[in-house]
């Protein structure tokens, strides 16, 4: 079975501090994700990398970063988080065009409270 | 633009009860995907199914079943007689050819009631 994890599904942090959030696939993907849900807007796209290194830029990256150094882990980073970045954020890898099952795998997401 | 509407926001029913969850898109690929995914309260999305674009045959499995129609762009999904387990946040969404870029509607939350 395809596992995606989180390092953490519950995160409290200050307005001001660096966040990072790790997500590890044990399959291979060569695809891999950041969302954030919220309420009535369902997912929104915030980066995604289609291979080690490389990195697009999704809907909504404004105050992210992310981190591909090798291709199981995908991290996101939250540079100064601020109150509006408080969501719950899911990671997901999917395999490309090259083989496997065709869809998204879903860490079980990182719900974050920015006070 | 790609863009998925999911228009139900929050649908209640009672046990037994058949729902239909409609799903409608807008995309000018001629060669797309449309999927669902189930988002139980534990948080993790599960994938459900996925349709290409050249395939409009109606899928049955077991008490789920889709109807995709390019005509109105729509990907329906129908839960015969629900469960109090099939409560959950429903999403539908839209890939580009090469599965590098997902569309997600905003999802519809079912509440079926014992």
């Known amino acids: 079975d395809v596992k995606v994890t989180q390092s953490s599904r519950y995160l409290v942090k200050r307005t001001g501090e660096k966040v990072f959030l790790e997500c590890v696939q044990d399959m291979d993907h060569e695809n891999m994700f950041w969302y954030r849900q919220d309420p009535g807007l369902g997912l929104r796209l915030i980066y995604f990398s289609y291979d080690v290194k490389m990195k697009e830029k999704g809907d909504i990256p ?48 990182t719900r974050l409270l920015v006070l | 633009a790609q863009k998925v509407t999911q228009a139900q926001t929050e649908i209640s029913v009672v046990e037994k009860e058949d729902v239909t969850l409609d799903c409608v898109y807008e995309t000018r690929d001629t060669t797309y995907y449309l999927f669902w995914y189930k988002q139980p309260p534990s948080g993790e999305l599960v994938f459900l199914i996925r349709r290409n674009s050249f395939d409009e045959q109606n899928e049955i499995s077991g008490r789920y079943s889709w109807n995709f129609q390019k005509s109105t762009s729509s990907f329906n999904f129908t839960i015969t007689a629900s469960q109090v387990v099939d409560s959950a946040v429903y999403f539908c969404a839209l890939s580009e050819y090469n599965f590098n870029k997902f569309y997600f509607g905003s999802g519809t939350k079912l509440n079926v009631k014992p």
């Open chain 1, 62 to 109: 404004e105050g992210y970063s992310v981190s591909r150094e090798k291709k199981e882990r995908f991290s996101l980073i939250l540079e100064s988080a601020s109150t509006n970045q408080t969501s719950m954020y899911l990671c997901a890898s999917s395999p490309g065009t090259s083989g496997g099952r065709k869809t998204q795998y879903f860490g079980p997401g």
